[in-house]
């Protein structure tokens, strides 16, 4: 792990197992990325959503989108990470969209979302491979659920959605919530696959550094945030 946070620069210590904390933005990190397709071949019980044990996770998702739907500006829209294909569904029935873009790297995830949803355009591959497919595509919004805590480098990540962006578009994502001291960790430890929890803090020197301004940003239920940028 580096000694030194990639995002302000400040000194990263030990936090626990694997875990660091930064000490001057305050964001964690994880050491080590895992095996995205092994790890939710692994749990492909998550997009079985029909059942009663899982229903928990599509009234959650349902919230998510109705905050994602009141946000979103006309024009072209892509998603990164299509999970259960819920957001995606409830993205597609906007007026204002012009054109909707799904991306997913997952290959249960991408069986799961065409089985449920047939009409939803996929495209397959990792986030950092699909973004140029999208610089000419005049993107007004691009959307993250519960994606940004998986990505490492989130310094490359603020800067190729500002690539794609619009001037004026809009980075909508929900994400843990990096400043609740009695949930960052339980989330960690119970989520091998999260590498990365942003503080406010944080996602403020990320906007400085790549030419965002906080739109919105609000503290949800189950230790989330919803935020809203708007690409300068």
């Not at 290959?107 to 999208?134: N, Q, S």
């Not at 790549?210 to 945030?225: D, E, P, Q």
């Amino acid at each position: 792990m580096p000694s030194f946070c990639s995002i302000c620069g400040a000194e990263v210590t030990w936090l626990a197992p694997e875990i660091h904390k930064c000490g001057g933005c305050n964001a964690v990190f994880r050491e080590s990325v895992i095996d995205y397709q092994k790890t939710y071949t692994d749990k492909n019980y998550w997009f079985d959503l029909t059942t009663p044990e899982f229903e928990w996770v599509w009234v959650e998702q349902q919230n998510q989108a109705n905050f994602i739907r009141r946000d979103v500006i006309p024009g072209n829209l892509v998603e990164f990470g299509a999970a259960n294909g819920l957001i995606a569904q409830e993205l597609a029935q906007l007026p204002q969209l012009d054109q909707l873009y799904i991306q997913e790297l997952v290959d249960i995830r991408i069986d799961a979302v065409k089985k449920l949803y047939p009409k939803i355009d996929l495209v397959r591959g990792t986030f950092e491979d699909t973004i140029p497919f999208f610089l000419d595509c005049e993107i007004k919004n691009v959307v993250m659920n519960n994606v940004v805590e998986h990505i490492m480098d989130v310094n490359k990540t603020f800067a190729e959605v500002h690539s794609i962006l619009d001037k004026g578009g809009r980075f909508i994502f929900v994400t843990d919530d990096g400043d609740n001291p009695f949930a960052v960790l339980p989330a960690m430890f119970a989520h091998p696959e999260h590498v990365v929890c942003l503080t406010r803090k944080a996602i403020e020197i990320l906007c400085v550094k790549w030419c965002f301004v906080i739109k919105k940003y609000y503290r949800m239920t189950n230790n989330l945030i919803y935020v809203v940028l708007t690409a300068e």
